[in-house]
């Protein structure tokens, strides 16, 4: 497609069930960003995939988040046990591996933890 | 990252020019300045970036001061559809580097 997709665009699940969010980049970036927006508040950065390096994961709140990246391409960010706090719009973003690219956000998913 | 300071909302009336005022003190001589803006319950769209010298393109203007400590986006002609959320982003160009969002401005555009 010809910008950043996310799926799916909502999630309501119970609190304590695993969630998959998943992030299809722009076709060729190299760089794949994570973050977080809860209600009426900034962007929280979550984690960072560059081509084939490890990925920076200083942005993730605690060992339920966990991310993966198969094949330079597709993301898939998982939330194990979820609770309420993790209620929020996760929002994924890439970019091309030119040093001063901008970065394309998709439209985001928006998880309610009920 | 340097950290950016900006006021949290402006008001602006619909057909005037809206100037957004960023300030970066700690820039660093590799670090560029990115405008970003985020209408409700979309996701962040990329406006423009710069370096150094004054920028433009079809949606605004980039003055960044000759120290490089402050910037200002231009748009020159605000829309009711400009209302968002802008944010000011410095970051380090080399590789393996992420975008730090602040809390950004709110601009109102008023008929």
């Known amino acids: 497609g010809a910008g950043v997709s996310q799926s799916p665009s909502n999630k309501v699940t119970e609190k304590g069930k695993d969630v998959e969010l998943r992030c299809d980049p722009i076709?060729?970036?190299?760089?794949l960003y994570w973050y977080r927006q809860s209600l009426g508040q900034g962007l929280e950065f979550l984690i960072y995939f560059q081509g084939n390096s490890a990925p920076d994961k200083s942005g993730l709140p605690s060992d339920r988040f966990s991310a993966e990246r198969t094949g330079g391409s597709v993301s898939t960010l998982t939330i194990q046990r979820t609770q309420q706090e993790d209620s929020a719009v996760y929002l994924c973003?890439?970019?091309?591996?030119?040093?001063?690219?901008?970065?394309?956000f998709g439209q985001g998913t928006r998880l309610t933890v009920v | 990252d340097a950290k950016t300071t900006q006021p949290p909302s402006m008001d602006c009336a619909e057909g005037r020019a809206a100037n957004l005022p960023c300030n970066h003190s700690?820039?660093?001589?590799?670090?560029?300045v990115y405008w970003y803006r985020q209408i409700h319950s979309q996701g962040p769209q990329y406006i423009i970036h710069g370096l150094k010298n004054n920028e433009t393109n079809e949606m605004a203007s980039l003055i960044i001061t000759e120290d490089r400590k402050s910037s200002t986006l231009i748009l020159p002609h605000a829309t009711l559809r400009d209302t968002a959320v802008y944010y000011c982003?410095?970051?380090?160009?080399?590789?393996?580097?992420?975008?730090?969002f602040g809390s950004g401005t709110k601009l109102n555009v008023k008929p």
């Open positions: 700690t820039i660093s001589g590799n670090e560029y």
């Open positions: 973003a890439s970019s091309s591996d030119l040093l001063n690219t901008e970065a394309f």
């Open positions: 982003i410095v970051r380090v160009v080399y590789n393996f580097n992420k975008f730090y």
């Open positions: 076709s060729g970036h190299t760089a």
